[in-house]
C-alpha cells in the first residue's frame, strides 16, 4: 500500500487551499492509499472533515518563523518521511519546496509541488520564488490548477519538452445539487477572504455605479479578514452599505448558494477558486474579471456566465447589468451544471492516482 503525505501550512485553516486537500485526502484514504497530512504549524484539528483513517500532525505547535527554524524545518520534514515510510509527499503550494528538497535529498521518494496560485503571483515573498525555482529543478512532478499556468511554468523554467508539469483542476467539493437558481431573489452572492486579493475594493465602486438602478437587489458577502474594517467603511462612504450585507465567515455554506440568483467574483488573482466550482455545482451563472488563471477555466464568456476585462470596474458592472437583465437565465444555469460535472471528484482523483503511481 502507497503511503502518501501532504505538508500544509495549516491543515486547520479555513480556505480554499485547505479544503481541496481535505477533498483529496480524503478520495485517496478511501482508495486504500496510507494518508498522511504534516501541518508546518497547529494542524492539530481540520476545519474540513477528514477521513478518520488520516494521520494528521505537525512539525511545530504554533506558527513560527520558519526562517528562523529553517534547519529544524528540514530536519522535522525528514526524519518524518522516513519513521512514516513515505512513498510520495505532496507539496501544497510551492513555497514550502525551500524546506522540502533539501530534507528529501538521498531519499528514495517521490516529490510532487503542488502550485495553488498562479506563477505570475509570488504575494510579495522571494521564498516563493525561490521555492518555484527549487521546485523545476528537483521535484519529480510540478502540479498546476490550470492549463494557462501549466504554460507559465513550462516558458519560465524551460520545462516544455518534459512532462514534468501536468495540470490538474481542483475538484468541486459537491456533486451537483438540485437547485434553481432565478433572478427573482434578486441576491448576488461573493465568497472570498477580505483581503486585497479578493478586490472587494473593485466590487464596492462597481457596484456603486449600478446599485440605485438594480431595484430591489443586494450583494451578499460571505467572508472574514484583514479588511473588512475598511470595506464596511468603503460600502458606507459609496452610500451602497444598505445593498452589501457582509455576513462573515460561514459553515454551512448550501443556504446562501440557495438563495443566490448568481454568482460574482471579483479577484485581482486566483488559481483555480474553489467558490467558483462550488457556485457552479448549484447551476449559478457567474461574473468574474478574467485574472491571469482560474474563472477562464470555469466560465465560458456569454454562455454560463461573462468574463470581464482585469480590475476594470466598468466591465464589471455592464457584466452584472447584463446578467440582470439577461433573456437567457434558464441557459447559463444549464450551461454552468454542464461544466461543473467536467470537475466531478471521481474525474480529479483518476488524474491524481495517475501522477502517484507513474
Request: with cysteine.
Amino acid at each position: 500500500m502507497s503511503s502518501i503525505a501532504f505538508l500544509i501550512g495549516s491543515i486547520n485553516h479555513s480556505g480554499g487551499t485547505e479544503r481541496v486537500t481535505t477533498l483529496i485526502a480524503n478520495e485517496l484514504a478511501k482508495a486504500n492509499y496510507e494518508v498522511s497530512i504534516l501541518s508546518l504549524w497547529d494542524g492539530d484539528q481540520s476545519f474540513f472533515v477528514l477521513d478518520s483513517k488520516i494521520n494528521v500532525t505537525s512539525l511545530f505547535p504554533q506558527q513560527i518563523s520558519m526562517r528562523k527554524n529553517f534547519f529544524s524545518a528540514v530536519s522535522k520534514i525528514r526524519q518524518f518521511c522516513i519513521n512514516n515510510k513515505i512513498d510520495t509527499l505532496i507539496v501544497v503550494d510551492s513555497i514550502s519546496c525551500v524546506f522540502t528538497v533539501p530534507a528529501l535529498l538521498g531519499l528514495n521518494i517521490k516529490h510532487i509541488c503542488w502550485e495553488h496560485f498562479n506563477l505570475k503571483v509570488n504575494l510579495g515573498s522571494k521564498f516563493r520564488d525561490l521555492g518555484r525555482w527549487m521546485a523545476s529543478k528537483w521535484c519529480d512532478k510540478i502540479v498546476t490548477l490550470t492549463e494557462r499556468d501549466k504554460s507559465f511554468w513550462d516558458e519560465n523554467f524551460g520545462l516544455t519538452s518534459t512532462n514534468k508539469v501536468i495540470a490538474i483542476a481542483n475538484p468541486s467539493p459537491f456533486s451537483l445539487q438540485d437547485n434553481v437558481p432565478s433572478l427573482e431573489y434578486k441576491n448576488i452572492l461573493c465568497v472570498g477572504r477580505l483581503t486585497y486579493q479578493k478586490g472587494f475594493d473593485l466590487l464596492i465602486p462597481a457596484w456603486a455605479k449600478i446599485a440605485d438602478t438594480l431595484v430591489g437587489w443586494k450583494i451578499t458577502i460571505v467572508g472574514t479578514g484583514e479588511d473588512e474594517e475598511m470595506l464596511k467603511q468603503m460600502a458606507i462612504d459609496y452610500k451602497v452599505d444598505q445593498s452589501i450585507d457582509f455576513v462573515g465567515q460561514q459553515k454551512n455554506m448550501d443556504q446562501f448558494y440557495r438563495k443566490a440568483s448568481f454568482f460574482c467574483m471579483s479577484s485581482r488573482f486566483e488559481g483555480l477558486p474553489m467558490v467558483l466550482l462550488e457556485a457552479q455545482s448549484y447551476g449559478l451563472p457567474i461574473v468574474a474579471f478574467d485574472c491571469d488563471t482560474g474563472p477562464a477555466e470555469v466560465i465560458v464568456n456569454s454562455k454560463n456566465g461573462f468574463l470581464t476585462k482585469k480590475e476594470d470596474i466598468r466591465s464589471l458592472t455592464e457584466s452584472i447589468v447584463s446578467l440582470v437583465h439577461t433573456d437567457y437565465f434558464e441557459s447559463f444555469i444549464q450551461a454552468s451544471f454542464e461544466k461543473s460535472d467536467g470537475f466531478n471528484i471521481k474525474n480529479i482523483i483518476q488524474h491524481w492516482s495517475k501522477v502517484i503511481e507513474d
